[in-house]
């Protein structure tokens, strides 16, 4: 394997955005799977810091499954949107540069978010057809198109009902009145979309579970291909939810939700034709 840090630095970045990339590099000649899919992890933190335990772990994960992996250490508060983004845009573009060295399969990436981090990778998902998305990184829509979206405990509407608006503002700062519409999630899904996984804990007392219900009503209204999983117990951040990922203050391992990764596999597996 192959591991990498390579700078993302795009309109209002952050010194510290940077790409963390786990190559596989099996010879060729080894094995059946020449190309393989990629997974881009982006972490939770509420767009104000980054956190490990849904980076690194998940990407180890996924390299265990035969995937390159990559964690995207985007920029947070004090930068804006749409920086946070531009560098997951930026990170498309990088990797289909790289494609034929890395022995990518572009047409099978694969983004996987947690909270906010989901949030941007939902973004990607419903802005990479947008030509002031496009011509800010100069590329064309079909760089930026994913095979599909992991999205966990999801941070997703603006509504003050159900929102987790500390991670929207955040995200916009001064500008929430004015984007905070256009930031809700739900409200962009189209039949452009890319398929979806998500899941959530019916408990969840920071990112109510409600995000989750009303992207989903969103994707099945537009026709897309999307799956969801609701467990009964959980605090929010649970990431793998295994003693792998527990805090330092004993909490983060929920037993039952330790499936949801599993069952991630098994969508991909079929949504890959594997």
Request: aromatic share 10%; with cysteine.
């Amino acid at each position: 394997m192959k591991y990498m840090e390579i700078p993302i630095q795009t309109e209002g970045s952050e010194s510290y955005a940077k790409l963390e990339t786990y190559i596989l590099d099996t010879p060729a000649e080894k094995i059946a799977m020449k190309k393989r899919p990629m997974v881009v992890v982006c972490p939770g933190g509420a767009y104000g810091k980054l956190s490990y335990r849904e980076g690194e772990p998940i990407a180890i994960h996924f390299l265990n499954q035969g995937y390159h992996a990559g964690v995207l250490r985007y920029s947070v508060t004090p930068a804006r949107f749409p920086t946070a983004l531009l560098e997951l845009g930026t990170t498309m573009k990088l990797i289909h540069e790289h494609a034929e060295e890395w022995n990518v399969d572009v047409k099978r990436i694969i983004l996987v978010g947690f909270s906010a981090g989901a949030h941007l990778t939902a973004s990607l998902g419903v802005f990479y057809r947008k030509s002031w998305f496009t011509e800010k990184l100069g590329v064309t829509s079909e760089i930026l198109k994913v095979k599909g979206m992991i999205l966990s405990y999801p941070v997703i509407s603006s509504e003050e009902e159900i929102g987790h608006l500390p991670s929207f503002h955040n995200l916009l700062g001064e500008r929430f009145e004015e984007l905070k519409e256009d930031l809700s999630i739900e409200k962009q899904v189209d039949e452009y979309t890319p398929p979806a996984f998500l899941w959530h804990t019916l408990k969840d007392q920071t990112v109510p579970v409600e995000n989750s219900f009303v992207m989903m009503s969103a994707l099945k209204k537009a026709g897309v291909s999307a799956e969801l999983h609701v467990f009964p117990e959980g605090e929010h951040g649970l990431s793998l939810a295994t003693e792998l990922v527990r805090r330092a203050d004993g909490t983060g391992v929920q037993t039952e939700c330790q499936k949801w990764i599993e069952l991630a596999d098994i969508w991909l597996r079929r949504l890959f034709g594997m």
